[in-house]
């Protein structure tokens, strides 16, 4: 690889396994002239088992502000900077976003070296549509401001994939239980790529049972993935005919059918039905 100056590259680390690292990740963290770690306890080891002698800064929320300078005026003099979380991707509900903004706004070089992410870790063995879903991170604490917070998106048809701490995350399954419903269908990470790795499945209503039933249950990080809302009914089939008369106006009925569900999102039979008794009432 050939190091660029004056670059920022935001590097993805392991969030368990040591092995998850990539390549380039290694031959980047090596060739910067300084690393910006969360932790400068927790990234030491993974930088000992690989041999990576490259000076570490702390960087974490309490000091963002005051140490992005400082990297700024070494990445204007020249030097390229990695910057790294305890695990997993940067700036993904950890510290950096601060920096990386900063860099962009002083017009310098920011590098993406992509890695593992415990969000894509559990939505790729979720057995849930990716196809659409909403990373929210951590809910937030109070039990008043979380249940608001569920509430806007109890509606959601995307796949919703949370974070949450060990101490917390009784009260988040009874919390999404009770505003979601306890037919929905979620997935519990916990330990993702560790020695005492969990993936289980079940409903939001048998999910407190599970966790309550092992003390183990209880400990590690977490992320959760929650099914979507599924498609709500259509309760009044008249409720799109002054779309579908304009519509018909000027295009064919299938032309018309067609625009009607992509602006609305009804389904398209029951628009074809409506549809077609428009034309001949």
Known sequence: MAQSSGTLFV??????????????????????????????RNSGPLMHHYG???????LHEHNERSITASLIQKMESGLSVALISDAGTPAISDP?????????????????????????ALLSVSGFSARQFLFYGFLPIKAGA?????????????????YEAPHRIQDCLAAL????????????????????????????????????ADPNHQRGEFVLAVEGATQPAETD???HDALLLALLEKLSLGDAVRIATQATGAGRKLLYERALKLTQG
Not at 100 to 119: E, I, K, M, W
């Open 237 to 239: 089939p008249a409720r």
């Open 96 to 120: 950096g976003a601060i920096l990386v903004d900063s860099a962009l706004t002083h017009g310098l070089r920011v590098v993406p070296v992509p890695g593992p992410s415990a969000l894509t």
């Open 146 to 162: 979380r249940s608001r917070a569920l509430e806007a998106l109890k509606g959601l048809q995307a796949t919703l994939v949370l």
């Open 11 to 40: 590097v993805a680390t392991p969030i368990g396994h040591r092995e998850d690292i990539s390549a380039r990740a290694l031959e980047t963290l090596r060739k910067v002239d300084v690393i910006a770690a969360e932790d400068t």
């Open 177 to 212: 239980a009770q505003v979601l419903g306890g037919e929905r269908r979620v997935v519990i990470g916990r330990e993702l790529t560790k020695l005492f790795e969990t993936v289980h499945r079940t409903t939001l209503a048998e999910a407190l049972l599970w966790v309550d």
């Open 52 to 58: 990576i002698h490259t000076p570490l800064v702390p």
